[in-house]
């Protein structure tokens, strides 16, 4: 059972690159989130998922944009990188819908560096 | 805006010591607390977390966590922590239709 599998694991790009993130579950969850993890900063929400067909936006949600392809599926996309992009992303899902008491998994993490 | 508190940036032990972080939150009403760990290297886990019921809740690797309404707390605790503790520690806090919002961490470093 492979949890939440994000691809790539690492990615460095150029300033004005695009470039997408991809994590799928095979857990069967129905909500899903994108987080970025920087230093002395903790995990902040970028987008979520909270059923197949919606996203919403977390706290830092400029520069990015979000597909909930299928039940399985959400990607994350970079239209034009930025050095401020620079960080570790880790996508996670949970079992619930919607939100509220829901007990995360996460992905392994992806880290982008920004040129 | 609501938020999450953690105390202590970077903590260092020796074996055998003590341990509790802190974790305050600015919600009102009812809320869910959880604590995360990050191990050097890998994602992150589940440690504890509470929903509702005894206040004091266990998790694994002998860790436990005590929610103080009054107090808006959520701390962290272990009696006696090992080399294996070292890790990265994230209080996370939601309320119903409301997403998680994690704190900024706190790094243990336990010495053998």
Known sequence: NAGVTQTPKFQVLKTGQSMTLQCAQDMNHNSMYWYRQDPGMGLRLIYYSASEGTTDKGEVPNGYNVSRLNKREFSLRLESAAPSQTSVYFCASSEAGGLGANVLTFGAGSRLTVL | ?112
């Open chain 2, 1 to 112: 805006a609501q938020s999450v508190s953690q105390h202590n940036h970077h903590v260092i032990l020796s074996e055998a010591a003590s341990l509790e972080l802190g974790c305050n939150y600015s919600y009102g009403g009812t809320v869910n607390l959880f604590w995360y760990v990050q191990y050097p290297g890998q994602h992150l886990q589940l440690l504890l977390k509470y929903f509702s019921g005894d206040p004091l809740v266990k998790g694994i690797k002998g860790f436990e966590a005590e929610f103080i309404k009054s107090k808006f707390s959520f701390n962290l605790r272990k009696p006696s922590v090992q080399w294996s503790d070292t890790a990265e520690y994230f209080c996370a806090v939601n309320q119903a239709g409301t997403a998680l919002i994690f704190g900024k961490g706190t790094t243990l470093s336990v010495s053998s």
